[in-house]
T-cell receptor, first 117, second 111 residues
Framework: DAGVIQSPRHEVTEMGQEVTLRCKPI?????LFWYRQTMMRGLELLIY????????DSGMPEDRFSAKMPNASFSTLKIQPSEPRDSAVYFC???????????????FGSGTRLTVV | KQEVTQIPAALSVPEGENLVLNCSFT??????LQWFRQDPGKGLTSLLL?????REQTSGRLNASLDKSSGRSTLYIAASQPGDSATYLC??????????FGKGTTLSVSS
């Protein structure tokens, strides 16, 4: 298995531009998570999908952030317009979860390092 | 709101020492707990998963335990090696929620 695949690995963009981060979860996993990591705040959950449906998006910072999961094998996180304070490493993770939470643990992708100048 | 505290924030030890990393949750109703390792500039690698019906897991020189009555977990590393140098992250979730992470313990093992 190739694991969780994220693209791009690095993204440098100018303030105000639209940024799209992509994630391919592990085949057979039914849950997908987007996290953001900064030195100050550590790893923060942005949004959680189960069976392609958003379950918890309370961590999405503001309306500039949006996430979609059109099918079981693909998800995007979009920032429009981007701001310098969005600079961080964005991780995608997937898992197989049944019921209220029994599953096989999370597998993380390698992350996308976003720099907004 | 669930919060996760990891102590110590940083730890430096000589090679060969046994060590314990600590993690605590403000809400002790932890369903699953997972320990990860993160090398500088890299992603997260899962080390151990303690599921809802379990209290302990072991893998090689690593042992993790979870006390659900107190909401505390420990990661025990036996006979530490320079290759163990990394940041160790503890994460837990309650039923139906996603993992919430601590800020990690940065471990440095000197040869």
């Amino acid at each position: 298995d190739a694991g969780v695949i994220q693209s791009p690995r690095h993204e440098v963009t100018e303030m105000g531009q639209e940024v799209t981060l992509r994630c391919k979860p592990i085949s057979g996993h039914n849950s997908l998570f987007w996290y953001r990591q900064t030195m100050m705040r550590g790893l923060e959950l942005l949004i959680y999908f189960n069976n392609n449906v958003p379950i918890d998006d309370s961590g999405m910072p503001e309306d500039r952030f949006s996430a979609k999961m059109p099918n079981a094998s693909f998800s995007t996180l979009k920032i429009q317009p981007s701001e310098p304070r969005d600079s961080a490493v964005y991780f995608c993770a997937s898992s197989f979860i049944v019921g209220t939470g029994r599953g096989n643990g999370y597998t993380f992708g390698s992350g996308t390092r976003l720099t907004v100048v | 709101k669930q919060e996760v505290t990891q102590i110590p924030a940083a730890l430096s030890v000589p090679e060969g020492e046994n060590l314990v990393l600590n993690c605590s949750f403000t809400d002790s109703a932890i369903y699953n707990l997972q320990w990860f390792r993160q090398d500088p500039g890299k992603g997260l690698t899962s080390l151990l998963l303690i599921q809802s019906s379990q209290r302990e897991q072991t893998s090689g020189r690593l042992n993790a335990s979870l006390d659900k009555s107190s909401g505390r977990s420990t990661l025990y590393i036996a006979a530490s090696q320079p290759g163990d140098s990394a940041t160790y992250l503890c994460a837990g979730n309650q039923a139906g929620t996603a993992l919430i992470f601590g800020k990690g313990t940065t471990l440095s093992v000197s040869s």
